[in-house]
T-cell receptor, first 114, second 115 residues
Framework: AQSVSQHNHHVILSEAASLELGCNYSYGGTVNLFWYVQYPGQHLQLLLKYFSGDPLVKGIKGFEAEFIKSKFSFNLRKPSVQWSDTAEYFCAVNPPGGYNKLIFGAGTRLAVHP | EAQVTQNPRYLITVTGKKLTVTCSQNMNHEYMSWYRQDPGLGLRQIYYSMNVEVTDKGDVPEGYKVSRKEKRNFPLILESPSPNQTSLYFC??????????????FGEGSRLTVL
C-alpha cells in the first residue's frame, strides 16, 4: 500500500545536537510535501512545505528539509536543537491526484534534554 | 485571532450514546476536514468538505457522519460510538480551496474515550 514512513518513532537528543528525521513516501509522480509539528498540548502547525523548485526548503524556527526525488525522501534537519524543540513531528504528503487531502506519517516524538 | 475551535476537548462516553464534536473556523476557509490520530498510525482523514453542502469520505469514514450547512462549521457526528472510536480527533481548515496548495490550520484536538 502507498504510504508515508517515518523511521524514527522516538528520538532523544541533548541541546545543541544536530537533528535529522527521516521521511519516505511511496507515491510516484509529482507530490507536495509537508512537515508539521505538534508541541505538547498544542495543535499541529506547519513547519515547512515543498511544492517545486529548490529541493532544500527552509522553514520556521531554523528547520530545513531536503527533497531527494530519487530516494522518495523529505528529511527534516536542524543544526542545533533547543529544549523548546521538544515535540512530535509529522511528515505529510499530498499524493498525485489527491488534491483534497494529506497523507500523514506516524510521527516522531523528539525529546531534547537541557 | 484566526483559529479552529473544537468542542469538547475531552469526552468520556459509553457505547451507543450519540455524540457530536463541533468544529468552527473564523478564517472564511472553504475546505475543512476531520482527522483521527492513533498511536503508530499518524493522522488519518475521516471526512472532508470542499464547501458548504459538499462533503466526501476520507480514508476511515465508517461510524462517522458530518454536515456542512454553514461555511464556518463542520461537526463530526458519532451516531453509535464504539470503543474502536476511542481516539484523538482533529479538525482542520485550509487557506485555499485545496489543502495541497495551502496550509492546514488545525484545532487543538478532542480526546474521545468510548467505554
Amino acid at each position: 500500500a502507498q504510504s508515508v514512513s517515518q523511521h524514527n518513532h522516538h528520538v532523544i537528543l541533548s541541546e545543541a545536537a544536530s537533528l535529522e528525521l527521516g521521511c519516505n513516501y511511496s507515491y510516484g509522480g509529482t507530490v507536495n510535501l509537508f512537515w508539521y509539528v505538534q508541541y505538547p498540548g498544542q495543535h499541529l502547525q506547519l513547519l515547512l512545505k515543498y511544492f517545486s523548485g529548490d529541493p532544500l526548503v527552509k522553514g520556521i524556527k531554523g528547520f530545513e528539509a531536503e527533497f531527494i526525488k530519487s530516494k522518495f525522501s523529505f528529511n527534516l534537519r536542524k543544526p542545533s536543537v533547543q529544549w523548546s524543540d521538544t515535540a512530535e513531528y509529522f511528515c505529510a504528503v499530498n499524493p498525485p491526484g489527491g488534491y483534497n487531502k494529506l497523507i500523514f506519517g506516524a510521527g516522531t516524538r523528539l525529546a531534547v534534554h537541557p | 485571532e484566526a483559529q479552529v475551535t473544537q468542542n469538547p476537548r475531552y469526552l468520556i462516553t459509553v457505547t451507543g450514546k450519540k455524540l457530536t464534536v463541533t468544529c468552527s473556523q473564523n478564517m472564511n476557509h472553504e475546505y475543512m476536514s476531520w482527522y483521527r490520530q492513533d498511536p503508530g498510525l499518524g493522522l488519518r482523514q475521516i471526512y472532508y468538505s470542499m464547501n458548504v453542502e459538499v462533503t466526501d469520505k476520507g480514508d476511515v469514514p465508517e461510524g462517522y457522519k458530518v454536515s456542512r450547512k454553514e461555511k464556518r462549521n463542520f461537526p463530526l457526528i458519532l451516531e453509535s460510538p464504539s470503543p474502536n472510536q476511542t481516539s484523538l480527533y482533529f479538525c482542520a481548515s485550509s487557506t485555499s480551496g485545496r489543502p495541497n496548495t495551502g496550509e492546514l490550520f488545525f484545532g487543538e484536538g478532542s480526546r474521545l474515550t468510548v467505554l
